[in-house]
C-alpha cells in the first residue's frame, strides 16, 4: 500500500518506519526538518508540503500533539486532497469531541476514517508492539486493521467514533489513579517500618494488586525493572499523564459526570508537573512522599 504519514516525532518516528519494514510504500510529512530527516534514513519518501504527500495514498495515518493541530491537518491538508478511497487513521491522543468532529467531516467527504488512539509508549512504536484501540464502523476498522498491525501486537475495536479516543483516556484515567495509589500503600507500608520488598510479596499477591504495582513499581528495586530503576527516566512523562487526565476531565464534564478521584488525580500529577517533573516517568510522583 501507498500510505501517507505525517507526525514523525518520537512515536510517529517508529511507526512509519515499521510500515517501511512491512513493505509498505511511505510518504512522510512534518514541520521539523530533522523529524523528517530522520524519516528519510528509515526508508520513507520525504513531502514539505502535506497535500502533496497524501496525494494518490492508500491510507493516511497521523500521529500528532493534539486535537487543535488535528483538526488543522486534516482540515488543510487531508480531506479533500488525499482520494476519497483513502482510509484515514488519526492515531494521536486527542479530545473525543475533536475526534467525532474530524470524523464526521471525513465521512462527509466519502473517507472511511477512524480514531486509532495506542497504548504503549516510544519503546512499543519503535518494535512494533503498541495496542491500539480504534473508534469508527466497522468497514472503517476493517480497512484500518491491515495498517494498524504492522505498527502493534493488539487492534481491538471499540465502537464508533471516538470511543478509541473514550477508552484511551478511560484507561489512563484509572492508571493514573492506581499509580498514586501504589505510590502511596508503598509510602505508608514503608513509614509503618514494612520493608518495601516485603510488602511487594504480600500485596502483589493479595487483593491490593494492580498493574502499577506488578508490572510498573514506582519503588527502586523492587518487581520488574521499570523507570524506578533508572531515576524515573525514559518511560511515559508526568506531562503526558497529565495531558491524558485533562483529556479525560474536559470528557467527564461533557457527559455531565463528577469524576471526583480522576480529578484529584488529575491536580496531583498538575502540581507535580508544576513543579519541574514533566519529564519525568510518572511513577516519579511516589517521590512526593518522601
Ligand atoms: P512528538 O512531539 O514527539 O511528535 C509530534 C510530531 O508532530 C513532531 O515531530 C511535530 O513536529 C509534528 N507536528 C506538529 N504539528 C504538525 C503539523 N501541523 N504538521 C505536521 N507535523 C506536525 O510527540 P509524540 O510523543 O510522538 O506523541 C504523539 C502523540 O502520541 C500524542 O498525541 C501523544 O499524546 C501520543 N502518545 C505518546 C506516547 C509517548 O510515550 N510519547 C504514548 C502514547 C501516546
Known sequence: MKIAFIGLGNMGGGMAANLVKAGHEVNAFDLSEAALAAAG????????????????????????????????????????HAPAEAVLIDCSTIDVATAREVSAAA?????DMVDAPVSGGIAAADAGTLTFMVGGTQQAFERAEGVLSAMGKAVIHAGDAGNGQAAKICN?????????????????????????????????????QCWSMTSYCPVPGVGPKTPADNDYQGGFATALMLKDLKLAMEAAGTAHMNARIGAFAKDLYEAFDGAGNGMRDFSAIITEYD
Open 172 to 208: 489512563n484515567m484509572l492508571l493514573g489513579i492506581h499509580m498514586i495509589g501504589t505510590a502511596e500503600a508503598f509510602a505508608l507500608a514503608q513509614k509503618l517500618g514494612l520493608d518495601p520488598q516485603t510488602f511487594y510479596d504480600i500485596s502483589s499477591v493479595s487483593s491490593g
Open 107 to 111: 465521512t462527509a467527504a466519502g473517507h
Open 41 to 80: 534514513e528509515k526508508g520513507c519518501a520525504t513531502f514539505t508540503d502535506a497535500r502533496e504527500a497524501v496525494a494518490g495514498v492508500d491510507a493516511v495515518v497521523t500521529m500528532l500533539p493534539n486535537g487543535d493541530i488535528v483538526r488543522k491537518v486534516y482540515t488543510d491538508s487531508v480531506i479533500g
